[in-house]
């Protein structure tokens, strides 16, 4: 799993780990993933497939409590999909990666 921060990372941190602007966007993004920031350190530094796994589910998570099965959806939608959880973080304070 890469180290840099991913749109994806900050959305699930938003959406699912119901990130809130006084704390950092790695909280909210463990909280997501249901894991500690130690599981989290240790599964980075063992390049563990556990830890992508749980990304992809977290994902999948979010864009479901959205309403869309990411199996069946077309590309579009989940882009128009994408942008709107774009947009709804951002409404939130939360500020993405360049």
């Known amino acids: 799993m890469s180290t840099k921060a991913s749109v994806e ?5 938003f959406h699912l780990g119901k990130w809130e602007a006084d704390e ?7 909280r997501a993933l249901n ?9 980075r530094n063992d390049d563990n497939g556990a830890m992508q796994e749980k990304h992809a589910d977290a994902i999948h ?8 099965n990411l199996k069946t959806t077309t590309e579009a939608e989940k882009a128009s999909l994408r ?14 990666p360049a």
Do not use: N, P, W
């Open 9 to 13: 990372l900050y959305l699930c941190a």
């Open 24 to 30: 950092s966007v790695e909280d909210a993004y463990h």
């Open 35 to 43: 894991i500690t920031a130690a599981q989290f350190r240790g599964s």
């Open 61 to 68: 998570r979010m864009y479901e409590a959205a309403g869309v």
């Open 83 to 96: 942008i709107r959880l774009i947009d709804e973080a951002r409404k939130g304070g939360m500020r993405f």
